[in-house]
């Protein structure tokens, strides 16, 4: 393979639209120091940002892994080190005729952002990167169910966070959305205030609850009315995490990665979705990004059942057929810090 088609074939793996850092920036959250998590990555050519992720991590058994992720997929990374802030890896590039070629790179992290470049067959690309911030796990839409007398009252409480991380909720019921303010989570504790008025009558009410990784709300509302208690579970919860997709093709099998975030947006490879959505246990999304002048589609549909994901991905070239597992992981977790 000549040069410059090697080279194109090298930014061309790691192409992502503009929209996925936008995607992540609207996923605030403490950062983690050091290497592990996923890494927003830049380079240039011909004056066109190209942006991928490079994620690293462990998997379920709590074996440490290291990937480039792109819309052409997941390929893993050899010969990792990270030493006194200097990160060394080598990438393994299959080309269209069954050969490889490998580009080594080598960069600095310091003050959570990370610079360096690939060198190899194809020259150096330069490349600079952030840590790509996490979305808060309280985020997300809860059906909230509350008791009065021998009526049981559900209603949803949708929760997001802003660029700068502030949350923000809105309280949805049969008889319309009310106020929620000063909403705050803090080491598995969430606080909001809730306004209601009817017939011209305003009544306030405090909330205060614990939140479990289990995926459960359990609080109470008090007012000068007394006190009510509230059970609280997130709606798409079965679909929310890390999902390690194998889609079929001609040139065999290849590997991608879907990751749903709390308020069920994600990231398909590295671009950005604006919303997963499970009817039962069908799923469904849609990616759409552009290529110079080009826009390029792709549809999802699927299920969902014990962990795993099955489905086709239709594009104006065909349908392939999409096999997915969650990524549970067995080993412990660090205690909560957001």
């Known amino acids: 393979m000549a040069r410059s088609s090697l080279k194109l074939l090298v930014f061309a793996a790691l192409i992502c639209v503009t929209t996925a850092s936008q995607l992540l920036a609207q996923a605030p959250g403490r950062q983690a120091r050091g290497l592990f998590g996923d890494w927003l990555i830049k380079s240039d050519f011909n004056g066109r940002q190209m942006e991928s992720i490079l994620s690293f991590g462990r998997d379920a058994d709590g074996n440490q892994t290291a990937a480039l992720i792109s819309l052409f997929g997941v390929n893993e990374l050899q010969d990792v080190s990270y030493t006194d802030g200097t990160l060394k890896f080598a990438w ?9 070629r490998t580009s080594q790179f080598t960069g ?3 003050e959570g952002a990370l610079t360096g470049a690939f060198s190899g067959e194809m020259g150096e690309i330069k490349v600079t990167g952030e840590r790509a911030p996490r979305m808060p796990m309280i ?18 409480l949708e929760i997001r966070a802003d660029e700068e991380g502030a949350l923000k909720g809105v309280w949805k019921s049969r008889r319309g959305e009310s106020e929620v303010t000063d909403l705050n989570y803090e080491r598995g504790t969430l606080t909001f205030k809730r306004s209601v008025t009817f017939q011209e009558n305003t009544w306030e009410s405090t909330f205060e609850g614990t939140f479990n990784r289990e ?20 709606i798409g919860a079965d679909l929310i995490g890390t999902w390690n997709l194998e889609i ?33 246990n069908a799923v469904s999304f849609k990616v759409v990004t552009t290529f110079g002048e080009n826009s390029f589609e792709m549809d999802f549909a699927g299920t969902i059942a014990d962990g795993k994901l099955t489905g086709e ?3 104006t070239r065909g349908t392939q057929k999409v096999t997915g597992e969650k990524v549970v992981r067995n080993f412990p977790r660090r205690p909560a810090q957001q």
């Not at 985020?139 to 949803?156: H, V």
């Open 248 to 280: 079929a093709s001609e040139m065999g099998a290849r590997k991608q990665r879907l990751r749903v975030n709390p308020d069920l947006s994600a990231l398909y490879g590295s671009l950005p979705v604006e919303k997963v959505t499970l009817e039962e």
């Open 92 to 100: 393994v590039i299959p080309t269209q005729q069954g050969e490889t």
């Open 215 to 234: 995926g459960t709300i359990t609080g109470a509302f008090k007012s000068d009315r007394g006190e009510i208690a509230v059970e609280g579970t997130r």
């Open 313 to 315: 991905l239709t594009t």
């Open 139 to 156: 985020c997300g839409d809860w059906l909230m169910k509350s008791t009065m007398g021998e009526r049981e009252i559900t209603s949803t």
């Open 108 to 110: 600095t992290i310091a």
